[in-house]
């Protein structure tokens, strides 16, 4: 059993149709057809969405995405086509809100990995492979790999998680053309982000990505680049061999896995409420990651 703890109830805004309420994001559509992306303060952990929110995380999430937006912008379009709050928007939502073009999007999550870490490793140790990709013996958790690959996943519902695949179970679904175009803008753009992080002391150890066309253009789309989608680690606390210390909800995920929290992560209960300082840690990690990451301060 996992989800929503208390899945929230949609804002209505004139002119704005609700479409669908995500683990973060709630999704609009304006009269003119544009996608209208809401960032909440919501976060996840272990497929469940938690009852207790993030201060910030949402506007932190929309601002950093846009920073990259513009450092990836000679690589990819995006689909932004304004940042304005549509009219009778809520005050609340100034700057956690994206107008987006609407697009026909590819139904797989297009992750780049340049680290060895989670299901990457899990299969690993398995198989020595990563989406049936070989990789040398002698890796740990945390290992840089010879080269990034490419591991795709098929997109699950809230609550299910993304299963990892092999490239030719891609070109199977979305066709070899549109396969071939995914794994090349995917490694593209993680080379880049990997190589503005890295000169910024964070090691980009992995990332996802979400494309769609318009018309025949291949566009990113979604968030990009932010703690949650990505493994940020500082660089200079690097050591392979264990878990890495991370700038995301890492605090989250120890602490609802301690004997503190009380919470059985295989039983049918949902997580309980997090407590004052697990909350304000993790908001301060968020932080850290735009201003290290963009060098200008959060306000």
Not at 105 to 115: F, H, K, L, N, S
Not at 165 to 172: D, L, Q, T
Not at 224 to 229: A, F, G, W, Y
Request: proline fraction near 8%; glycine fraction near 8%.
């Amino acid at each position: 059993m996992s989800g929503f703890v208390e899945k929230p109830e949609p804002i209505e805004v004139p002119g704005l149709v609700h479409l669908h309420t995500g683990k973060v994001r709630e999704l609009y559509q304006n009269e003119a057809g544009d996608l209208v992306m809401v960032a909440s303060d919501r976060t996840s952990a272990y497929d469940w969405v938690l009852p207790t929110e993030i201060p910030d995380k949402g506007r932190i999430l929309t601002q950093l995405s846009l920073w990259w937006f513009d450092q990836l912008a000679d690589l990819v379009p995006n689909h932004v086509v304004s940042t304005e709050l549509p009219p009778g928007a809520p005050a609340d939502w100034a700057g956690r809100t994206l107008v987006c073009k609407s697009l026909r999007m590819v139904p797989v999550e297009c992750v780049a990995r340049g680290y060895l870490t989670g299901s990457g490793l899990a299969e690993y140790d398995e198989s020595r492979t990563v989406c049936g990709l070989a990789l040398p013996e002698g890796l740990v958790d945390g290992s840089e790999l010879p080269a990034p690959i490419f591991t795709p996943a098929t997109k699950a519902e809230v609550g299910e998680h993304d299963e990892n695949v092999p490239y030719e179970e891609v070109a199977r679904r979305v066709g070899a053309e549109t396969a071939a175009q995914l794994r090349q803008a995917t490694l593209a753009i993680y080379s880049r982000a990997r190589d503005i992080a890295r000169d910024r002391g964070i090691i980009l150890a992995d990332t996802k990505f979400e494309f769609g066309f318009e018309g025949e253009d291949l566009v990113l789309a979604d968030e990009v680049l932010t703690p949650d989608s990505s493994r940020f680690w500082p660089a200079d606390q690097w050591e392979p061999g264990r878990p890495q210390q991370s700038f995301d909800k890492q605090f989250v995920r120890d602490w609802l896995t301690s004997a503190e929290s009380g919470w059985d992560r295989k039983g049918e209960q949902p997580p309980p409420v997090l407590p004052e300082e697990i909350v304000a840690a993790t908001r301060a990690k968020y932080v850290e990651a735009y201003e290290r990451l963009t060098g200008t301060p959060w306000s």
